[in-house]
């Protein structure tokens, strides 16, 4: 069965070394702000007389189980990204245990793994031969991918043409091809025109079906409270509250908002 663990598990951004003094002095009398004001954005940030980083995650312990969907709220800064990445594996140097079974795969950004200087029909079949695709699969996906994006003749022009929104009308078509067990999302699958966010919508509502975990970002409330059966809140780093979506995003709109 799927499964998601982490157990303290913290993970720090590196941001500059001990001589850079004075950018270090401003940045404590920001830190003063935020310990008094907790609607600020961004993690924490810990310094020692070497180094200074940001604490982006901090001890975090929990579980995901199959057939879990999972909402990540919280503010600007809050820890959200960086945990869809942690658990996507991209880190090397974390403290703690992150323990993931399941066939994963991360929608984090649109051009993940594209060549821009290729074209749009290059890049699905580079990425058909990626993930070992038969010709015959191979031509239904390309075929797929043409008829969601609809990007006309611009799919035989090199993708580093596209404005953003036609790279994220192919790079939504490519990467939500495949059918994993645990599917980790980033909001930028809600960007695009209302025309292409309807169509992002439907075709990310027939693939959650066949997820067994989903974790996914988003600033859209009511997307989330439609799609997911947990929200976690995220503050500074730490979890601030974990539950069902309509207890936590009410107390969430309810400090935020209130
Ligand atoms: N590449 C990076 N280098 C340094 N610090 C980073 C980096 N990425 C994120 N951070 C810091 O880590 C903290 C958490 O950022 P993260 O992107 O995970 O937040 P988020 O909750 O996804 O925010 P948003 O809602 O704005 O997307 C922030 O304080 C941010 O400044």
Redesign the pocket.
């Known amino acids: 069965m799927p499964l998601i663990r982490l157990i303290d598990y913290s993970l720090t951004?590196?941001?500059f070394h001990g001589s850079a003094r004075s950018l270090k002095k401003s940045l404590f009398k920001g830190v003063r702000n935020k310990v008094a004001d907790r609607k600020s954005?961004?993690?924490s940030i810990v310094s020692n007389s070497d180094t200074t980083v940001?604490l982006?995650l901090s001890q975090l312990t929990l579980s995901i189980e199959s057939g879990e969907r999972v909402g990540l709220i919280?503010?600007?800064?809050?820890?959200?990204?960086?945990?869809l990445r942690a658990l996507a594996g991209i880190y090397e140097s974390s403290l703690g245990v992150l323990h993931v079974e399941g066939d994963l795969h991360a929608l984090l950004s649109p051009q993940a793994g594209m060549n821009t200087d290729l074209t749009g029909r290059e890049n699905i079949r580079l990425y058909a031969r990626y993930i070992g695709l038969s010709d015959s699969a191979t031509v239904e996906l390309e075929a797929d991918v043409e008829a969601f994006a609809e990007l006309g003749a611009f799919l035989d022009l090199p993708v580093r043409l596209y404005s953003s929104g036609m790279a994220i009308r192919l790079g939504f078509g490519l990467a939500t091809a495949p059918r994993p067990e645990v599917l980790l999302m980033d909001?930028w699958f809600m960007a695009g025109d209302s025309h292409f966010q309807e169509k992002a919508r439907e075709r990310l509502t027939r693939l959650i079906e066949h997820v067994r975990i989903l974790v996914i970002?988003s600033?859209s409330l009511p997307i989330l409270r439609q799609w997911c059966t947990r929200i976690i809140w995220?503050e500074g780093?730490r979890i601030r509250m974990d539950g069902p979506p309509d207890l936590v995003i009410d107390a969430y709109k309810a400090v935020n908002h209130g």
């Open positions: 951004y590196p941001m954005a961004g993690g940001v982006a919280g503010h600007n800064g809050a820890g959200k990204s960086t945990l909001e970002t600033h995220m780093g």
